[in-house]
């Protein structure tokens, strides 16, 4: 009867603890919803928890077939409504922009590097809009160069000298991301929402961080300030709130936090020896290392507002790391390893229609663009 009795409160213990992990955790603070995940990801019913990712096909830059295009040294990329791929140089010869078709296929190039009408003499980043219009960041003219399907000029407006990266939204305005100096020795990131004319903006969220070259003692890790968005939906994530993810609308609201535990991954020793080469001689004197990473490193949703956020943990092989996946609620509901990395930093990956896009750096140096089929089970 002992061993019965006993039986009874473990199989009631895992009932509570089971039916506990399937109901998704929430809290209100200052009226807004704070979604609260563990380690584990929420088991949902009907929610698919296992993401399979099935390689489709590369555009490498090591191929004979890619270099002939002209297109060199990957940057980043982006695509059209109908899942046309486009690929920017970052050092480019002529060309900036390299089109490929959703299977891979080269199709054409257009943007040429320079100061003429239509050219652009110094590009640094750039997006597609849900309109399909190219916009480069230009820091040799300090402006947002606006194209068209293939290239035609349509308008230049003005930036910030220190603008860093930007998204264009789907209600037509802008997020970038400004790096400011504050005297005598304070950086600041600022992540602002801009009016489509660039002319308004509107702070969403920003960073102070010591700064080394004036003498100041700073982390030798990476200060954690790390956004995105989607069609609906805009996410940071910084370096005083830990593992916490902010989800504002396209105005600037807040919407939710998404709360995570997670397992403090400690700094590596190849990551030490990689400042140490990297840093300037009258920095290093300045830096210190924590003994832990931040807890995020990049973000980016799909199409149907699922959050995939990138980790410091570490997967199977060589430059793969873990990403916690989480549902348009902000439940974590899967993980993922993905390799999307050079020179011990993130690059970028995107999620359109069933598809991930991921850039990596290849054992050779090359870098390529590698494109997977997503299975949800």
Not at 11 to 35: A, D, H, R, Y
Not at 88 to 114: C, E, Y
Not at 140 to 153: A, D, N, T, V
Not at 339 to 360: F, I
Request: charged fraction near 30%.
């Amino acid at each position: 009867m002992k061993k019965i009795a006993i039986l009874i409160v473990a199989l009631t213990l895992f009932s509570f603890c089971l039916s506990k992990q399937n109901k998704v955790e929430k809290i209100m603070e200052g009226g807004v919803e704070v979604v609260i995940n563990h380690l584990e990801p929420y088991k949902i019913k009907g929610q698919p928890a296992t993401l399979i990712l099935e390689k489709e096909f590369s555009i490498d830059t090591e191929k004979d077939d890619i270099m002939k295009t002209g297109l060199g040294q990957l940057h980043t990329f982006d695509l059209d409504s109908e899942g046309n791929i486009y690929l920017m140089d970052a050092k480019p010869q002529q060309n900036i922009i390299f089109k490929f078709d959703r299977n891979g296929s080269f199709m054409t190039s257009f943007v040429r590097k320079g100061q003429g009408p239509g050219e652009s003499p110094f590009p640094f980043y750039f997006q597609i809009s849900h309109l399909d219009e190219f916009a480069i960041m230009d820091h040799g003219k300090e402006k947002l160069l606006i194209f068209g399907r293939e290239g035609s000029p349509k308008k230049e407006m003005p930036i910030e000298p220190l603008s860093y990266r930007f998204k264009p939204l789907f209600n037509g305005k802008f997020l970038f991301l400004e790096m400011q100096f504050e005297p005598p020795s304070t950086d600041i990131q600022l992540l602002s929402l801009y009016s489509p004319d660039l002319k308004d903006k509107k702070e969403i969220q920003k960073m102070k961080t010591p700064n080394p070259f004036t003498g100041k003692q700073a982390k030798a890790t990476p200060y954690m300030f790390v956004w995105n968005n989607s069609d609906r939906n805009i996410y940071v994530a910084s370096e005083e709130s830990g593992y916490e993810i902010s989800v504002f609308d396209l105005e600037g609201s807040l919407k939710r936090k998404i709360k995570k535990d997670y397992r403090p991954v400690e700094v590596s020793e190849e990551f030490k020896k990689y400042v140490e080469k990297a840093a300037p001689e009258n920095v290093k004197k300045n830096l210190y290392f924590p003994r832990h990473m931040p807890p995020l490193q990049y973000l980016f949703a799909d199409d149907e507002d699922n959050l995939f956020a990138m980790t410091y943990e570490t997967g199977k092989r060589a430059n793969e790391h873990i990403y916690d996946i989480f549902n348009p609620e902000g439940a974590l509901i899967a993980r993922m390893s993905l390799d999307n990395y050079s020179d011990l930093r993130p690059m970028e990956a995107k999620a359109r229609k069933k598809r991930l896009y991921s850039l990596r750096e290849k054992e050779s140096g090359y870098k390529e663009l590698v494109v997977y089929r997503m299975i949800w089970k």
